[in-house]
T-cell receptor
């Protein structure tokens, strides 16, 4: 059974701080990695995707991928109260296009 | 910006009834997916659809479920005889290619009584 693991949180950070969200995956053949944000009762909203080892930056967000360690992370700089949500890590399987989701990490940004 | 749309937003049905959930994909997208999320649980893959046929389906997607693209624009999920455990949020997602990002619709909240 292919798994994506996330700490459920909540992760609480003060406004303006860096929030660090982590995810591990079991399928070494996975090729694509996604971070989605989900507000309560809403659908997943794409934040970032990353395919290659290393860092990828987009505005306040940085995704980091380490395929050797089967680890992907999301850094949110200058966290805002509006960033408070559940962050879902999703991994694309090597042999299909379906996404396998983690259970999500709840982030709380304190004003 | 183009969006995936879904109807209805909410559906309440009696156990054993049939429901049809509808999705309008982003216009140039070719890959379509249904996921569901039971309250408090993970988002789970149900089925993927490409070139008018099912590409892959999960164990959840049994004979009670079916998908089709009846008119070239809508993408539907039918549950023939709903069970209490079918109560969940159902999300349609679409992608331009199989390898790339999937964009999610707002979801349909299904409640089976």
């Amino acid at each position: 059974q292919k798994e994506v693991e996330q700490n459920s949180g909540p992760l609480s950070v003060p406004e303006g701080a860096i929030a660090s969200l982590n995810c591990t995956y079991s399928d070494r053949g996975s090729q694509s990695f996604f971070w989605y944000r989900q507000y309560s009762g809403k659908s997943p909203e794409l934040i970032m995707f990353i395919y290659s080892n290393g860092d990828k930056e987009d505005g306040r967000f940085t995704a980091q991928l380490n395929k050797a360690s089967q680890y992907v992370s999301l850094l949110i700089r200058d966290s805002q109260p509006s960033d408070s949500a559940t962050y879902l890590c999703a991994v694309g399987e090597d042999s299909s296009y379906k996404l396998i989701f983690g259970s999500g990490t709840r982030l709380l940004v304190r004003p | 910006e183009p969006e995936v749309t879904q109807t209805p937003s909410h559906q309440v049905t009696q156990m054993g009834q049939e429901v049809i959930l509808r999705c309008v994909p982003i216009s140039n997208h070719l890959y379509f997916y249904w996921y569901r999320q039971i309250l408090g649980q993970k988002v789970e893959f149900l089925v993927s659809f490409y070139n008018n046929e099912i590409s892959e389906k999960s164990e959840i997607f049994d004979d009670q479920f079916s998908v089709e693209r009846p008119d070239g624009s809508n993408f539907t999920l039918k549950i023939r005889s709903t069970k209490l455990e079918d109560s969940a949020m159902y999300f349609c997602a679409t992608g331009q290619t199989g390898e790339e990002t999937q964009y999610f619709g707002p979801g349909t909240r299904l409640l089976v009584l």
